[in-house]
């Protein structure tokens, strides 16, 4: 008779998300060449982004979270983005300086076809205007075409990607919480 085998520990949960994320994306698609929906900057902030179609136009979605806590940041921020074609690089829609509102920041475009897009975001705390922060750019697609992901998709990246932060940083902190203990 074979001597039993000890029982494996299930894969922990950011383990499962990464898998469920890389399984969402296709496994690394031309969209997400810039390192996926979600950006830390500075270890001080996470910041993802979603799309969804708004009549004729396109709503972005900015979540800004707090990257220790993962909850939206305490101090009052504003942002500013812009958006560039791809391969012309001009400039095809550009927000005025707002504010971010319970960790949200958005910004509604008209785009003049489906393609790809850079999206840059410049963010900042309002009692300290000259500390900017930029995460890296996104590359998106926009529209209904036949992109290597369409807006549905994003969003759906953006969730799983965001459940990975907050996945992470609750793991993190339970495990850093208990060697601090008595």
């Given at each position: 008779?074979?001597?039993?085998?000890?029982?494996?520990?299930?894969?922990?949960?950011?383990?499962?998300?990464?898998?469920?994320?890389?399984?969402?994306?296709?496994?690394?698609?031309?969209?997400?060449?810039?390192?996926?929906?979600?950006?830390?900057?500075?270890?001080?902030?996470?910041?993802t982004?979603?799309?969804?179609?708004?009549?004729?136009?396109?709503?972005?979605?900015?979540?800004?979270?707090?990257?220790?806590?993962?909850?939206?940041?305490?101090?009052?921020?504003?942002?500013?983005?812009?958006?560039l074609?791809?391969?012309?690089?001009?400039?095809?829609?550009?927000?005025?300086?707002?504010?971010?509102e319970?960790?949200?920041?958005?910004?509604?475009?008209?785009?003049?076809?489906?393609?790809?897009?850079?999206?840059?975001?410049?963010?900042?705390?309002?009692?300290?205007?000259?500390?900017?922060?930029?995460?890296?750019?996104?590359?998106?697609?926009?529209?209904?075409?036949?992109?290597s992901?369409n807006?549905v998709?994003?969003?759906?990246?953006?969730?799983?990607?965001?459940?990975?932060?907050?996945?992470?940083?609750?793991?993190?902190?339970?495990?850093?919480?208990?060697?601090?203990?008595?």
């Amino acid at each position: 008779m074979p001597p039993h085998s000890r029982p494996r520990p299930l894969p922990g949960p950011p383990l499962l998300a990464a898998v469920l994320l890389l399984l969402l994306t296709g496994g690394g698609t031309e969209a997400v060449a810039h390192g996926g929906p979600v950006k830390v900057v500075e270890d001080r902030f996470v910041v993802t982004v979603v799309l969804w179609p708004a009549a004729d136009t396109t709503r972005l979605r900015f979540f800004v979270r707090d990257f220790q806590s993962g909850q939206a940041p305490a101090e009052a921020l504003s942002f500013r983005a812009h958006i560039l074609e791809d391969r012309s690089r001009a400039v095809t829609c550009e927000g005025p300086p707002a504010p971010v509102e319970d960790g949200e920041a958005n910004l509604l475009c008209r785009f003049p076809r489906d393609g790809y897009y850079e999206v840059f975001l410049k963010f900042w705390q309002d009692g300290e205007p000259a500390r900017v922060y930029e995460p890296e750019d996104w590359r998106v697609w926009i529209g209904e075409g036949d992109g290597s992901t369409n807006w549905v998709s994003t969003v759906v990246v953006g969730t799983a990607a965001a459940t990975i932060v907050i996945l992470g940083v609750s793991s993190w902190r339970r495990r850093h919480d208990g060697k601090d203990g008595p």
